[in-house]
């Protein structure tokens, strides 16, 4: 139990659980975007298509039995959500390497040397100007 609790409580454990949850939320408002706003202008321009509802019938409904249909509007929504956000992924993950690049830029100036590296110089240089 002990082991289990050390694993769960490490930062990369939580920070992982807390980025699949957002990532889900996230990826519902993303087709609640898609289906809800984009799609049905996009229909509209295309002569008052909804997506939803593109399919092709496979097999006529029988009776009881429904009909075996190709939904591809429902395939090209789902196209259209995951290019939204693998977009979105690319443009954060672009900005936080902006970022971490200035942090990168801007290094700390280098430690004044100490007494006794001073004293070591100056050894040095004596012992360099001797041969």
Do not use: C, W
Not at 31 to 50: N, R
């Amino acid at each position: 139990m002990k082991e289990f609790r050390d694993f769960i409580s490490k930062g990369n454990v939580l920070d992982l659980a807390v980025a699949v949850i957002l990532g889900a939320a996230f990826g519902k408002i993303v087709a609640s975007f898609v289906s809800d706003i984009l799609m049905p202008p996009i229909g509209i321009l295309l002569g008052g298509v909804d997506f939803k509802d593109l399919s092709v019938v496979l097999k006529d409904a029988v009776g009881n039995v429904p009909a075996v249909t190709l939904n591809y509007g429902m395939f090209i929504q789902n196209v259209v959500d995951f290019l939204i956000i693998a977009l979105s992924v690319f443009l954060i993950v672009k900005l936080a390497n902006n970022f971490s690049k200035k942090k990168e830029e801007a290094p700390a100036a280098p430690p004044a040397p100490t007494k006794d590296q001073e004293l070591l110089s100056e050894i040095r240089d004596l012992l360099k100007e001797r041969k």
